[in-house]
Every structure is written in structure tokens, then in C-alpha cells.
């Protein structure tokens, strides 16, 4: 008896917990790979439940786009991509070190753009005779990051709808062959582990240019490769911020060799 009563409170609780996650969206982001850890550990099930109510989340956010003004800019955003703000603007994740905001007249990559959060923010810093290169793969975000680039009247940046790597047709080395750039002075990655093929296929512009790089880096091997590889083009990381909630590192590289 006393079994059956606990088991039915157990499952209460179960539901409560599963409803308020889905009612209330926000705190899906809340919950931790160590949390998603311990549900686990005491019911399979209630695992398998979060992740799909998760993966119904974030289809849902895809599909509503809304138009907001922050400040200066007008974004047309979807709902996940307010997280997305939250990083560059709030936490301001690629401006905690001074000397790798972008400067007036810098060529700039921002290699998975999104919706162009950072891209407009570069575009203001650069002046007219900059420019922001912004690629993003995913088609549905590029169209907003074209829209958002059109609707605040961005002159100085050049969106790339394409999936960034080490091939050639696909590499830093060849947009900065075909759109004839005389330096490069930033490049920013955000693009979910390719990261280190990305930089492979960025040799001749790190020999040449040496632009400072930040990247977010999405795991311990993942990092300790591209540490050692940009070791070889004489970078040293100069900074990092482990973010332990989200699971990256936003890591600062500096060509120290003149």
C-alpha cells in the first residue's frame, strides 16, 4: 500500500515537472546535462519525455517569426533565436576582451551567423569602408539573417548562405580568393564542432593575414586540436571562458609571432 502510494506520487510529480517544462518554455533552457543526468538515473522514461517535448520545442520556435526592435536594430526573430541575443548582447560572449572588438575599416568573418546578432553589431564598428562577412549553412536562418541585414540597411555586410570546412569550394581560403580581400582581420566561429576544419581550410589566410580568431569550441578534444594546430601558425590563446551550462569553451586566439 504504502508502495503504491509512493509510486503515485512519484508520478505526480513526474507530470507537474513535465507540464511546467512545456508550459513554461524558458526553463527548458535551465536544465543542465548533469540535471538531464540525475532524472535519468531515476527513471528512463522521464529521459525520453524531455527530449521529445524539447525537440517539439525548439520545431515550434522555428516556425513563428516575429519582428522586435532592440535598441538601433530591428531583428525578425524566431523564439529560440532570443537565446542566441542573450549570448552576444547580455553575456556579450565575443567582446570580453577590448582588443578583438572589431575596429573601424577591419574585414570581420562571422562564420555561423545566425540571424546576423553579431554581424550588426560588427557593421556599426567597421564603418563604411569595412566589411562583415557573414556565412551561415542553415537556409531558414539565412533568409532572417538576409532580412535582418536588409531591413536595418547594412552596407558592409556580404551574407554567404553556405556550410563552411576544409574543402576547398567550401573554405575561408576561397571566399577570401573570390570576394579579392586584401586582409582579414577577425574571424569569429560559431559553427557547432567544425571548427577545426574550418581553420584547416583557412591556412593561407592565417599565414598571410594572421587574424585574431575567437572561437566556441564544443569539447575538451575538440579544443586541445585546435590549440595545437594554430600553435604550428604561432597563435597562443591569450583567453577562455568555460561555459560549464552549455558545455564550450569561447576561447581567444593571437598570432604572437610578427
Known amino acids: 500500500m504504502i508502495k503504491m502510494k509512493i509510486g503515485r506520487i512519484v508520478n505526480n510529480v513526474k507530470e507537474i515537472v513535465l507540464t511546467s517544462l512545456w508550459s513554461r518554455k524558458s526553463l527548458l533552457y535551465l536544465i543542465t546535462k548533469d540535471a538531464l543526468k540525475i532524472l535519468s538515473f531515476f527513471d528512463r522514461r522521464l529521459i525520453r519525455k524531455y527530449k521529445y517535448f524539447l525537440e517539439k520545442y525548439f520545431q515550434e520556435d522555428k516556425k513563428v517569426v516575429k519582428r522586435k526592435r532592440f535598441g538601433k536594430f530591428i531583428f525578425w526573430l524566431r523564439k529560440g533565436d532570443l537565446l542566441l541575443l ?58 532572417l539573417l538576409k532580412k535582418n541585414v536588409k531591413e536595418n540597411n547594412l552596407k558592409n555586410v556580404i551574407p554567404l548562405n553556405m556550410f563552411v570546412s576544409s574543402e576547398r569550394e567550401h573554405s575561408i581560403d576561397f571566399i577570401v580568393e573570390k570576394l579579392r580581400l586584401r586582409k582579414v582581420d577577425l574571424i569569429k566561429m560559431d559553427i557547432e564542432g567544425e571548427e577545426y576544419n574550418a581553420l584547416k581550410g583557412a591556412i593561407k589566410t592565417i599565414r598571410k593575414f594572421k587574424p585574431k580568431i575567437i572561437i566556441e569550441i564544443h569539447s575538451k578534444n575538440l579544443r586541445e586540436k585546435i590549440i595545437e594546430f594554430l600553435k604550428n601558425y604561432g597563435y597562443d590563446l591569450v583567453f577562455e571562458k568555460e561555459k560549464k551550462e552549455h558545455g564550450f569553451y569561447l576561447s581567444y586566439f593571437k598570432c604572437i609571432i610578427a
Open 86 to 143: 542573450k549570448e552576444v548582447f547580455l553575456d556579450k560572449d565575443y567582446f570580453l576582451l577590448e582588443s578583438f572588438l572589431p575596429e573601424l575599416n577591419n574585414i570581420v568573418f562571422d562564420l555561423g551567423a545566425g540571424v546576423g546578432d553579431y554581424a550588426l553589431f560588427s557593421s556599426i564598428r567597421i564603418g563604411k569602408r569595412g566589411k562583415v562577412i557573414s556565412v551561415e549553412a542553415d537556409l531558414q536562418t539565412f533568409e
